[in-house]
């Protein structure tokens, strides 16, 4: 061997017996086989070709470089794929890992129910991890398709759903997910139990949770409205625990100008027929779900003369079936699937309606009015599912921080990853005890047990909690696919999908600004008394902890934000609505921060609480309470500062010098 190939085995043999750098004290060097995997991707073997040898130097480099290979025996050289394979996360039974959602049912459910529903929600998190789990990755692998025309050229546009999607639906009346709410047998707490099964369910379900809130929503408005006629088969479908019955129904209220504002946007008429049904014609925009049974939909009645009167009081609400007895589509033409961001497991179409037949189930012109508890119990659903998104990927995420190991040790032994998960966790458990509250006082409601108090904390609680916890979903999945490094950003993990499907949840049901529009509202209509209602609750709630010493400083700051919130509502307040509107996002955030922080106070002051009750209360108070006395104090909601955000945003653009120009 000439000097250049010594030099260059000796400088080989030197490195391979020097320790690998590692911030970690480890006590375990790693040699030069775990040096060399992205050498060896380039380079099969080490070798000195490429070189410039001298005559008869071929014969010494080719029995040099056989005898490195056989001495290195890299690992990366035998294989392909290497010998590392990391495991990957799981989920347990949801209902037996979590210990907060048992300690809040243990607090609050009588003796006897909390018995049957803890057997319950035992079996069924079971099922969720041994069939449900699985079903709803089978949906996201499978979207739905649409075939508009067969082989002969008749159009049937059918719309093709996977098995799994389809088991799910069976799944669904199996376990009463609808029917629970409406069987009550456990009075006003059967809809704290349908909605905890819900909140087990949604993350798994492969979106089929989408169907199941309207179908809930329907049954609600059915049984609101009083349950005859043609409502009396459709409410027996839509409760029903027989895969053989069960119905889900759709929402179809969305037209081609779309929005929240249905009073100006619906262009769908209806004609009254002899025998005193209806025939619609229009065209809806976004329907979900759209493989459903049945729909309740807007539209407006012509008359004689082929008029209808416009904005909300022209709307009335129809009762369709989507197909006929010979199992036809219902006057329906399905014109294509809609391509979404995320819940592409959900068929979401465009429809033209040409003459299907409904019934016309609200008084005439009180459409939007019969609506109104369809919306309360889809925006429960919302909630519902934001919550046990953020359940999953925070399981997931503590799976993997027991099985992944970086610089040395499992990440979860890292301070700074257990931090970052305890915020998230901090969150999702200020997140469900809301969710709770809105379902406890539902239950209330609908066995006619509500206070006063009760019915006004229901109406404002209920947007105030949808448009939180959309954001705060989004925010803790975001970060929960970080705990996972590049994987979490892999779409064969099944990770990613979380957070495309998170998105929808500040949209569906209202958007954050519609939402907090709708929470001024609520306050208008109620001349305050939902705002009186709300101190109230959540004092009451506050001093329930005022004696414990671990949370006397979370108390502290729970009673300077209700009294910085008090004085901004009466400060601002006496300016009526439009001083209110542009605080309106920041006192919806407001409310949801200081209500969730009374219910974390409750939860840690009840008999037998843990530690990380009292800690989550403490971690969750630490943080601005009354964002809208921030702002405030900032100058934001001065109208020279609108002003300032328009000319922010459009300088530069050429809208903004057409106005200047007018």
Known sequence: MGPRGAALRLRIGFISHLPMWSPVTSGHPMILGCLLPRFQERCWALSCRGIKRIAGQREQTEAWDKHTSEELKVPFARTATGTFFQEQPKIGNPYLEDAFLQGYLKAHLPSKVLEEVSLDLERFGARVVA?????GRECELNPPALQQYNAWGQ????????????????????????????ERRYANWSRVHQITKLYLYAASSGLFSCPLAMTDGAAKVIETLGISGPLEKAFGHLTSRDPRKFWTSGQWMTERRGGSDVGCSTETVAREQADGTYCLYGFKWFTSATDADMTLTLARIMDVHGEVEQGSRGLSLFFMEVRDKEGKLNGVEVQRLKEKLGTRQVPTAELLLDGAKAHRISAEGRGVASIANMLTITRIHNVNSSVSV?????????????????????????PLHMQTMARMEVQRRGAFLLLMEIARL?????????????????RLLTPVAKLY?????????????????????????????ALRDAQVLTIWEG???????????????????????FFSAAQGKVELASNIKDLESAVQRMQ??????????????????????????????????????ALLLEHAARPGASFTDIFTAQRWCTQDLCPVATEEATGSYNPEVASLDTSLVYEGSPVLEGCNQN
Request: with cysteine.
């Open 131 to 135: 069939e449900i789990d699985s079903l």
């Open 155 to 182: 159009r049937v546009d059918h719309i093709i759903t996977c098995p799994a999607w389809k088991r799910l639906k069976e799944i669904a009346a199996e376990e009463g997910l609808v029917a629970e709410a409406y």
């Open 390 to 414: 953020m359940k999953r990927i925070i399981n997931l995420g503590r799976d993997y921080a027991s099985k992944r190991v970086a610089f040395g040790k499992f990440l979860k032994d890292h």
């Open 442 to 458: 539902l239950g209330l409601e609908e066995t006619s047990m509500a206070s006063e108090r009760d019915r006004l904390l229901l």
């Open 469 to 497: 916890t959309g954001k705060q979903a989004i925010a803790v999945i975001s970060e929960g696919l970080e705990c996972f490094g590049g994987q979490g950003y892999m779409e064969d993990t099944g990770l990613p999908v």
């Open 511 to 533: 958007t954050t600004n519609i939402l907090s529009l709708d929470v001024l509202r609520s306050l208008t209509k109620s001349q305050g008394q939902a705002l009186v209602a």
């Open 560 to 597: 300077s934000a209700i009294s910085k919130l008090e004085e901004f509502s009466q400060r601002v307040g006496s300016k009526g609505p439009s001083g209110m509107e542009l605080a309106a996002r920041d006192f919806a955030y407001t409310l949801a921060r200081i209500y969730t922080g």
